[in-house]
């Protein structure tokens, strides 16, 4: 189970705790996005489809959280700060705002562990078993519950808090449905609920919310794991009750079809003057350049936006490339997600 600091919430009592508060969420958002997509990425193309689109459709998601909690931050007249160095997390690492000798993320390739050993603990609900080892189990401050007494701490300040400006809010359109703006409380309370529910859902509801779709983050990673998807299926007992199981159709997962891409690597480590280094630092330079954009776009610049999108897509197609090629090793390239703002 992810476990946040708890000093995080020790000044939601103030606008300036919240605040902090919300860049926090800001960060932690961001900083599953990258893992998730090398492993994406890790994928050969064409193959493991369900897989693809179950990752691919949870990577939208996150970044759909990033959105509503940089609209939320906006609305309650923060600036959202996602431009610098140190928005980025090194990998491997612990997570913005989580604590240290906690879980430890980095960029690997898609494997079964990688997800039921990372990423089922990132999005791991509260109301379970915690995944890791007793040192750290103590009473935790979920990712969850983090949300929730940022929402708490938002209703105790009132509507007065809500004084950012209505044109700095972004809509996430047809890519992005659940991005909406946050100009009053209730739109917050909105924003954080879907937050939650996408990513962590509950032991009774995996939904989340009956008006979902989708299973929230957790169980689409469990599907993967366990290979099956899950459904409902009827007990056989006295009163036919109802539960929840991996017992419907098949998620079948080819491990040859996985890139055997380095993990965690930095552009030091591909020689200078090589085609992986060129590489490399073109997708870091091109990743700072998206990070900037999005600043834009959430500090009074909507329409950046657009550009932000198209950064996002030369990204995808930049990290599918490298990772066809190979190095002396025989392992493959794979992008090290660092701030770079100068052009190679």
């Not at 939601?12 to 926090?24: K, R």
């Not at 089922?120 to 750290?136: G, H, K, N, T, Y």
């Not at 969850?144 to 044109?167: H, N, Q, S, V």
């Amino acid at each position: 189970m992810l476990l946040i600091k708890a000093e995080l919430a020790q000044n939601l009592d103030t606008p300036e705790g919240v605040q902090l508060a919300l860049q926090t969420a800001i960060e932690l958002e961001h900083s599953t996005i990258p893992p998730y997509l090398y492993a994406l990425y890790s994928l050969t193309p064409g193959s493991n489809a369900e897989i693809a689109e179950l990752v691919g459709s949870v990577v939208a998601e996150e970044m759909a959280h990033m959105a509503l909690a940089c609209n939320i931050l906006n609305a309650v007249l923060g600036e959202p700060v996602i431009d610098k160095p140190g928005f980025l997390p090194l990998y491997p690492g612990p997570l913005p705002g989580t604590v240290e000798e906690g879980l430890s993320v980095g960029l690997e390739p898609f494997s079964l562990e990688l997800l039921s050993l990372t990423f089922m603990v990132i999005e791991q609900p509260e109301d379970r078993p915690p995944v890791l080892s007793a040192a750290a189990a103590k009473e935790p401050l979920t990712i969850g519950r983090f949300y929730e007494m940022i929402r708490e701490a938002l209703e105790a300040l009132g509507g007065d808090i809500f004084t950012g400006k209505p044109g700095y809010q972004v809509h996430g359109g047809i890519a992005l449905p659940e991005v909406k703006a946050v100009e009053r409380l209730e739109d917050a309370v909105l924003a954080i609920h879907t937050i939650v529910e996408q990513g962590e859902g509950t032991s009774t509801d995996p939904f989340g919310d009956e008006a979902h779709d989708e299973l929230a983050h957790y169980f689409r990673f469990a599907e993967i794991v366990k290979g099956r998807k899950y459904v409902q299926v009827e007990l056989q007992t006295p009163c036919q009750k109802v539960c929840w199981a991996y017992e419907g159709e098949a998620i079948p997962f080819d491990a040859s079809k996985v890139y055997p891409v380095v993990a965690n690597p930095k552009a030091q480590l591909y020689p200078e003057g090589s085609a992986a280094r060129h590489a490399c630092d073109t997708f870091n330079y091109t990743y700072t350049s998206l990070l900037n954009a999005l600043h834009e776009t959430f500090n009074g610049k909507p329409t950046v936006l657009n550009t932000a999108v198209g950064l996002m897509e030369s990204l995808n197609e930049q990290a599918q490339e490298m990772m066809k090629m190979k190095l002396e090793s025989g392992l493959h390239v794979g992008p090290s997600f660092e701030y770079r703002p100068t052009n190679p």
